[in-house]
């Protein structure tokens, strides 16, 4: 029992899968930060077996993998939250709004609270359950402005359910630290090599630069199916041993470190974590003008928004900064003091 006498509410938090990923993360900061007293918090995860870690618990909250598809996974979906006796359930992006509405139709009846983390659609099938998944929602969790307006747009999503909670930031790990500036300008993105993140941009946009500038870094933290293409153009373009893939890496805070300069390529986003965990770290950023990201920077104070699928914005911005160390350290103080109080 809590101290007023009553049971914490039994949340059920369904997800499409739990490996690397920024709704990922949100739900595990989630996690770590909710009030045991008030919640007690359950996870779906409805990714087969291989979507999900292996273990029964996601930071100490149990875990529930869900497997299958269409109308069975829902009702695997109902039966499991069902049996958990869930009093509230909470979704994470289009696919598991999809999946959280259809197992309420199958007698779950608890209040449901869909969430949008990006501009992007999912197909026909998705966007016609998000379309009444939405309009039944008793609030529908969005984590910028731009992303409200875009379901409002796209899915006919009523406003006045939607709530605007900007992604946080562990200020703890992402912090500025000493570095010797006697080493090579470098240049860090962090991000999974897929065609969101629009990896090639990154390494053209490069490519320029290191003609102009030599003897400086570019180091691309993350891994993806397109790897094999941008391992491919790295050769092509004569930048090994300027360019470093570093992989997946889950101490990003350590490269970010050693950085100057923190750019973002992406060709859509919804509030991309990594711009916070880099400015939080002290970092200029230079990031496409995609979802949210212009509610996390003001161009040319914290950094500059560049247009999307414009490598001429990253190479006029990145060579003016590389270039002007006093303004780079006055757009990283701004950044972290942004980014920090986040």
């Given at each position: 029992m809590t101290r007023q006498?009553?049971?914490?509410?039994?949340?059920?938090?369904?997800?499409?899968?739990?490996?690397?990923?920024g709704a990922e993360h949100q739900l595990r900061e989630l996690l770590r930060g909710l009030d045991r007293h008030r919640f007690t918090p359950f996870v779906y995860c409805l990714a087969n077996a291989g979507g999900a870690e292996s273990g029964t618990e996601v930071e100490s909250a149990p875990l529930r993998t869900i497997g299958a598809k269409?109308?069975?996974?829902?009702?695997?979906?109902?039966?499991?939250?069902?049996?958990?006796?869930?009093?509230?359930?909470?979704?994470?992006?289009?696919?598991?709004?999809?999946?959280?509405?259809?197992?309420?139709?199958?007698?779950?009846?608890?209040?449901?609270?869909?969430?949008?983390?990006?501009?992007?659609?999912?197909?026909?099938?998705?966007?016609?359950?998000?379309?009444?998944?939405?309009?039944?929602?008793?609030?529908?969790?969005?984590?910028?402005?731009?992303?409200?307006?875009?379901?409002?747009?796209?899915?006919?999503?009523?406003?006045?359910?939607?709530?605007?909670?900007?992604?946080g930031v562990d200020t703890k790990r992402f912090h500025p630290l000493?570095?010797?500036?006697?080493?090579?300008?470098?240049?860090?993105?962090?991000?999974?090599?897929?065609?969101?993140?629009?990896?090639?941009?990154?390494?053209?946009?490069a490519a320029r630069i290191a003609a102009a500038f030599p003897g400086i870094r570019f180091v691309m933290l993350g891994d993806g199916p397109l790897r094999p293409a941008v391992e491919a153009q790295i050769e092509r373009l004569g930048m090994k041993g300027t360019i470093e893939l570093a992989g997946e890496r889950h101490d990003v805070e350590k490269?970010?470190?050693?950085?100057?300069?923190?750019?973002?390529?992406?060709?859509?986003?919804?509030?991309?974590?990594?711009?916070?965990?880099?400015?939080?770290?002290?970092?200029?950023?230079?990031?496409?003008?995609?979802?949210?990201?212009?509610?996390?920077?003001?161009?040319?104070?914290e950094g500059f928004l560049a247009r999307p699928e414009q490598i001429e914005d990253f190479v006029t911005y990145g060579l003016m900064l590389l270039r002007d160390s006093q303004k780079r350290l006055e757009m990283g103080e701004a950044a972290?003091?942004?980014g920090g109080g986040v």
């Open positions: 006498g009553r049971e914490p509410t039994r949340v059920a938090l369904v997800i499409g899968q739990l490996t690397v990923g269409g109308w069975t996974r829902a009702r695997r979906l109902a039966d499991a939250m069902r049996a958990d006796a869930v009093q509230l359930v909470h979704s994470w992006l289009y696919i598991a709004n999809t999946y959280a509405w259809a197992a309420r139709r199958q007698g779950l009846r608890v209040p449901l609270v869909t969430s949008a983390r990006n501009c992007k659609s999912q197909g026909w099938v998705h966007h016609a359950a998000n379309l009444v998944a939405f309009r039944s929602s008793a609030r529908i969790i969005v984590n910028s402005r731009q992303v409200g307006d875009y379901i409002v747009q796209r899915y006919a999503a009523p406003r006045q359910a939607i709530e605007v909670v900007y992604n000493d570095r010797n500036h006697g080493d090579a300008l470098t240049v860090v993105t962090a991000g999974r090599l897929v065609a969101q993140k629009n990896p090639t941009l990154f390494v053209e946009a490269g970010f470190a050693q950085a100057d300069l923190f750019w973002l390529t992406s060709s859509w986003e919804g509030l991309p974590n990594v711009v916070l965990e880099a400015m939080a770290c002290g970092l200029p950023v230079i990031a496409t003008n995609v979802g949210g990201t212009s509610e996390l920077l003001e161009h040319g104070h972290r003091g942004r």
